[in-house]
Structures are given as C-alpha cells and as structure tokens.
C-alpha cells in the first residue's frame, strides 16, 4: 500500500540559500560579485512600485485634503449660499410660490452642501451620496433649461463639475483612506 511508506520530508530540489530571504540573520552571506565594491543584502527598489505593491512599503494615504476635494467643497458652498440668497431675495418680494418651486428645485443641491462639511472626516459614502445627489439635480438643471430657466445653468455646471470632481481617483483615495479611531 501506499501508506505504510511516509513521503519524504521537505523538498529535495529546494536551495536553501536561494529560498532563504536576503538580508535575514540565518541567511548565508553572498560574495561580493565585483571586488572593491560594497555589497548590498537587500532586495532591489523599484520605484514604479507604489501605492503599496513595492517592497517594505505600505499604501500610500493622503494625509491633506486633494485639491480637487476642496475644489468640490467651495463649489457646494457657492451654489448652496447663491441658492439661498435667491430662495430669500425671491420671497422677499412677496412671491412665496416661485421661492418654494426654487427651493424644491434646489433640494438636492443644498443636501450636498450640508455634506460637503463633513468632507474631512467622511468616508466613502459621502462621496457616493453627493455624486448621485449632483447626478439628480444635474438632470434638475436640464430640466429647467428645457423649460426656458436661464438659473438652471449655474446649477447644471455647478453639478456637473462637482460629479467629475468627486469621480476622480484622488478623491476617491481621500474618502477611501484609513482613520484612526480616537
């Protein structure tokens, strides 16, 4: 039978100085193949390698908010401070009707600028939550420039500038990143 013989241990092709790891403290020492030159244990840099596929080094993490995050930001916070000032200068004059048809319009946009202060220490789902909100009211501002709104573009670039803000990598690694608990 084949059991009664045990299979031999270890692997017979192995090198153990070639499997053992460079630079670790059983590992043979290598001669030096170029005499008069200092020989280096460890393994070779590439510096393609990053974002966490090189050796020894972890995921690179933005410590800073990106640019385009705080591009993101300040756009949200215009919109969302001009939308108020019309919504108020249009009930000021008595039309309370318009300024609630301004303020339904408007919704989506004003939720993604309450959002974009919790941008420094949001995750990932603030930012999925913005781009689908600016994905609606982009679809708002269409709609109002259909219907002869001449409002309705500085909304609609302001989404659309937002979206593409917010699909970007660097954006995505922000909101991605790991927090420490405190």
Same mark, same amino acid.
């Given at each position: 039978?084949?059991?009664?013989?045990?299979?031999?241990? /270890?692997?017979?092709?192995?090198? =153990?100085?070639?499997?053992?790891?460079?630079?670790? =403290? $059983?590992?043979?020492p290598? %001669?030096?193949?170029? %005499?008069?030159?200092?020989?280096?244990?460890? =393994?070779? $840099?590439?510096?393609?390698?990053?974002?966490?596929?090189?050796?020894?080094?972890?995921?690179?993490v933005?410590?800073?908010?990106? #640019?385009? &995050?705080? *591009?993101?930001?300040?756009?949200?916070?215009?919109?969302?401070?001009?939308?108020?000032?019309?919504?108020?200068?249009?009930?000021?004059?008595?039309?309370?009707?318009?300024?609630? *048809? @301004?303020?339904?319009?408007?919704? +989506?946009?004003?939720? *993604?600028? /309450? +959002?974009? +202060?919790?941008?420094?220490?949001?995750?990932? /789902?603030?930012?999925?939550?913005?781009?689908v909100?600016?994905? &609606?009211?982009?679809?708002f501002?269409?709609?109002?420039? @259909?219907?002869?709104?001449?409002?309705?573009?500085?909304g609609? %670039?302001?989404?659309?500038?937002?979206?593409?803000?917010?699909?970007? #990598? *660097? %954006?995505?690694?922000?909101?991605?990143?790991?927090?420490?608990?405190?």
């Open positions: 039978m084949s059991n009664q013989n045990p299979p031999p241990q /270890g692997n017979p092709y192995a090198n =153990p100085q070639a499997d053992a790891p460079q630079g670790h =403290p $059983q590992a043979a290598q %001669a030096n193949p170029q %005499a008069g030159l200092p020989s280096y244990g460890g =393994p070779a $840099q590439d510096p393609t390698h990053v974002y966490g596929y090189g050796y020894g080094y972890g995921r690179m933005p410590t800073t908010m990106p #640019g385009v &995050v705080r *591009a993101t930001q300040i756009i949200l916070w215009v919109l969302g401070g001009l939308v108020l000032i019309g919504v108020i200068g249009i009930a000021a004059t008595g039309d309370p009707v318009t300024a609630g *048809a @301004a303020t339904g319009v408007n919704v +989506f946009l004003l939720v *993604a600028c /309450g +959002f974009s +202060f919790a941008f420094k220490t949001a995750g990932n /789902g603030v930012r999925v939550t913005c781009i909100l600016m994905s &609606v009211q982009i679809a501002g269409l709609g109002g420039l @259909a219907s002869g709104n001449p409002g309705g573009i500085l609609l %670039a302001g989404s659309v500038s937002t979206v593409i803000l917010l699909s970007q #990598g *660097a %954006a995505g690694a922000w909101f991605k990143r790991p927090r420490t608990l405190n």
